[in-house]
């Protein structure tokens, strides 16, 4: 969720919003479905080196939005991340349910369908008080960005520090 927050923060239109949650989506349904059904690789190097990926992708999407730089091609970019941020949700979603769950399919919809209501009320709260906020002074906009920003930097900065412990202890093993 913290990704989705970036993406809101870096978003400058409305149209580039929709591109930015759109394509991470997109990505992210797929690894889901597929690393839940078991298409990735089973060595015990990746997982955490997924999110090693993932934590270095909030760093990447929070400077995006510290820099107002889009970033590349948007759509592809987030395509792509999403693909990482999939494979997450399917490591959590793995510990959860068992592939001879009852009603399967109905689980694995209802799971993604949690989680693009959580990026959709990330989306619907941020959105909206950016843009009054711009409004009202586009400075006060800017200390918004980049404060929380720098934030999310932090917490992702903590998390790749310790998921790479974690993938070198796995490595080294």
Known sequence: MLFVLCLVLSATTAGALIWRVSGFTLGHMVTLIAGFFGFAPANAWFVPTIEVAIALSIIYAA???LLRRPGGP????TVGIGLLHGFGFAFVLTSMLQLEAPRLWVSLLSFNLGIELGQLAIVLAIWPALWLLGRHSARARRWAVVTIS???IGIALYWTVERLVVLATVLAA
């Open 74 to 77: 948007v759509l592809p970019v």
């Open 150 to 152: 720098a934030g999310a």
């Open 63 to 65: 400077a995006i939005a």
